[in-house]
C-alpha cells in the first residue's frame, strides 16, 4: 500500500496545532465562546487522526473512487470549511434579524418614553416656567 507523504501528513499536523492555538488565544482574550470552539476542536482532531492514521484516508478514497488520497483529503477540507461557512452565514442572518427586532423595539420604547414624558402635567407646567 501507498504511504501519505510525509510533507502532507507534517502539514495536517501543523495545520491542526495553528488551528488549536488560534482557537485557545481567542478564548483566552475572550473573542470566542467555548461553545463556537466546539466545531474547531473537532476539525483539529479529525487533522490530526488523518496524519496519524493516514490507512483511513486510503481506504475511504479507494471506496468512494478517488484515485489520490490528498485530493480526498483536500476536498474533505474544502467541504467540510463550505458546509461550516454555509451555517455561519445562516447564524448570521438570524442575528442581523434579531438586531433589527431589537433596534426596532427600542426606538419603539424611546418614542412611547418621550410621548408620554411630553403629555406629562408635570413636563408641561416646566415648559411655562410656572412651577408649583
Known amino acids: 500500500m501507498i504511504t501519505m507523504s510525509i510533507q502532507l501528513r507534517a502539514a495536517l499536523i501543523l495545520g491542526a496545532v495553528i488551528t488549536m ?3 485557545l488565544r481567542q478564548i483566552r ?9 466546539i466545531f474547531w476542536v473537532l476539525f483539529s482532531f479529525i487533522l490530526v487522526l488523518i496524519a496519524v492514521f493516514p490507512d ?3 481506504i ?7 484515485i489520490s488520497p490528498a ?8 467541504l467540510i470549511l463550505i458546509v461550516k461557512m454555509f451555517l455561519m452565514t445562516l447564524e448570521m442572518s438570524e442575528m442581523k434579524e434579531k438586531l433589527a427586532e431589537l433596534a426596532r423595539s427600542i426606538a419603539l420604547r424611546e418614542e412611547r418614553e418621550a410621548c408620554m ?5 408635570d413636563h ?5 416656567g410656572t412651577e408649583s
Open 71 to 78: 485530493n480526498l483529503v483536500l476536498a474533505g477540507i474544502i
Open 21 to 23: 492555538m488560534a482557537m
Open 56 to 58: 483511513l484516508v486510503y
Open 29 to 37: 482574550k475572550r473573542k470566542m465562546r467555548i461553545d463556537s470552539s
Open 117 to 121: 414624558s411630553r403629555n406629562r402635567p
Open 60 to 66: 475511504a478514497s479507494s471506496l468512494l473512487g478517488i
Open 124 to 128: 408641561a407646567e416646566e415648559e411655562d
